[in-house]
């Protein structure tokens, strides 16, 4: 599967951004989807899981509440909606894709990963 994200850019703190996420070679449903972010000098971390289907999502502890995740298998595209950002959300976010649901806490690693988008809140 082949994952092209989009939507990163500049946003003030406490702005919003929605981050998007197109895959094609696969089929869809047959992943789980999930968003990391990368940060200088720092390790990939996850941030948000979700299932096929959308009924079972993870969240990174510095994510939940601000940031939704979210699927549409009609359009084969998966969503990152960012609120309340904060200058330490500033990072490449990334989009990845495998076949067994995990949760943030695992430190999992897809198999499958898009090339990244830059997010950068300013303060």
């Known amino acids: 599967v082949q994952l092209q994200a989009s939507g990163g850019g500049l946003v003030q703190a406490g702005g919003s951004l929605r981050l998007s996420c197109a895959a094609s070679?696969?089929?869809?449903?047959?992943?789980?989807m999930g968003w990391f972010r990368q940060a200088p000098g720092e390790d990939r971390e996850c941030v948000g899981v979700?299932?096929?289907?959308?009924?079972?999502?993870s969240y990174a502890g510095s994510a939940e509440g601000r940031f939704t995740i979210s699927r549409d298998n009609a359009k084969n595209t998966v969503y990152l909606e960012m609120n309340s950002l904060k200058p330490e959300d500033t990072a490449t976010y990334y989009c990845?894709?495998?076949?067994?649901?995990?949760?943030?806490?695992?430190?999992?690693?897809?198999?499958?990963w898009g090339q990244g988008t830059q997010v950068t809140v300013s303060s």
């Open positions: 070679g696969g089929t869809f449903t047959s992943y789980v």
């Open positions: 990845s894709a495998d076949r067994p649901f995990y949760t943030c806490g695992e430190n999992y690693r897809p198999d499958y």
């Open positions: 979700i299932s096929w289907n959308g009924d079972s999502t």
